[in-house]
């Protein structure tokens, strides 16, 4: 998947429709009201973990932009690895006062699986993605290799499955796993733990051989563990770990495999309320590239991550993705049979 050049502009959604929403006068008189009550940021994950710590870096700043006259609030509902949330959103009223937060990878492919049935991805309407969280493989830190190219060179000739854990069946990092397994033909088992964070410590505490994770949001196990390969062409923060490009050291090209983390609402909000929509779409923007957001930013180590996509460049992931997705869908679904 092709990395495209971002830049820090103020971006306001990208698309025809939207621009006819902020020049019509009943956008301008919809902007003195909205949001006339707290918006909600739904989150299908538990707290503690990147996406909730992110989600909530970006609220205040979100709830500068959108005027300060109403709160960002959080709602916390995990389960279903973020389809209890999706759900939710999806049904709830189209004014605007509720969105998401989460990795585009998971919600595209929760609609490509059909989890979410009668529902496709044009039922959501990206506003913006805040970081890209490069995959990265991780291993215990006394852990013997020092490479990922040492680390498959072992794997394509062990007798016994390599382990590598991951949040849940079918997610991105099952999805990376079988990438890998299928272009080096290394003997490699997915192994789902639940959760991020317990996919994390399961390789921190030698369970497993190793972790596919996004790069930022695995920091939390940044001392007991190393990074021996990042699924993209640069490693954006060498001062964290220091991973080697799968692609200088492999025999094989990889994709460049990561998780974008995107803010969005149902797609029914831009249909039925294009002026709330509008607003959402340039504030979030705003708060994204605003000083004060990238001085948090800063403090966790997010800086070298963030990226403010608009919202056609969150879609042509998705297309992106969803294509890299459907050359292995069969040997994930393969894998479903020995979980």
């Excluded at 009201?33 to 992110?54: C, N, Q, R, Y």
């Excluded at 995990?78 to 759900?87: D, E, F, I, M, V």
């Excluded at 062990?158 to 991105?172: D, E, L, Q, V």
């Excluded at 149902?266 to 004060?292: I, T």
Aim: hydrophobic share 45%; with cysteine.
């Amino acid at each position: 998947m092709s990395e495209f050049a971002v830049s820090r502009r103020l971006f306001l959604g990208g698309s025809a429709a939207l621009g006819a929403a902020l020049l019509a006068p009943a956008g301008r008189a919809a902007a003195a009201t909205f949001p006339s009550k707290p918006v909600e940021i739904l989150l299908g994950v538990g707290p503690g973990g990147g996406t909730d710590l992110a989600a909530r870096m970006i609220g205040p700043h979100w709830q500068r932009t959108l005027g300060g006259t109403q709160p960002v609030t959080y709602v916390q509902m995990p389960g279903a690895s973020g389809l209890l949330a999706l759900n939710h959103l999806l049904k709830g009223k189209p004014d605007g006062h509720m969105a998401m937060f989460y990795p585009i990878p998971h919600i595209a492919t929760s609609f490509e699986l059909n989890k979410v049935p009668g529902k496709t991805n044009a039922d959501v309407a990206w506003l913006g993605a805040m970081f890209n969280d490069p995959n990265v493989l991780l291993v215990k830190k006394d852990a013997r290799w020092t490479s990922i190219a040492d680390f498959i060179a072992e794997a394509r000739t062990s007798s016994r499955p390599f382990t590598i854990s991951g949040s849940t069946p079918m997610s991105n990092a099952h999805f990376s796993t079988v990438v890998l397994r299928e272009l080096t033909g290394a003997n490699l088992k997915f192994v789902p733990f639940g959760s991020g964070a317990d996919a994390r410590n399961a390789v921190a505490g030698g369970h497993v051989d190793a972790c596919l994770a996004p790069y930022w949001s695995a920091i939390g196990v940044l001392e007991m563990t190393k990074a021996i390969g990042i699924f993209q062409d640069k490693n954006p923060a060498p001062n964290l770990w220091q991973p080697v490009p799968v692609n200088e050291v492999l025999d094989v090209k990889i994709p460049n495999l990561s998780e974008p983390y995107a803010m969005f609402v149902s797609s029914a909000v831009r249909e039925k309320n294009p002026d709330a929509f509008a607003q959402l779409v340039s504030s979030y923007g705003q708060a994204v590239a605003s000083p004060e957001f990238r001085a948090a930013a800063d403090k966790d180590n997010l800086t070298p991550f963030l990226v403010d996509w608009d919202a056609d460049r969150c879609s042509a992931f998705v297309t992106e993705y969803v294509a890299l997705v459907k050359q292995y869908l069969p040997a994930m679904e393969k894998d479903l049979k020995d979980m």
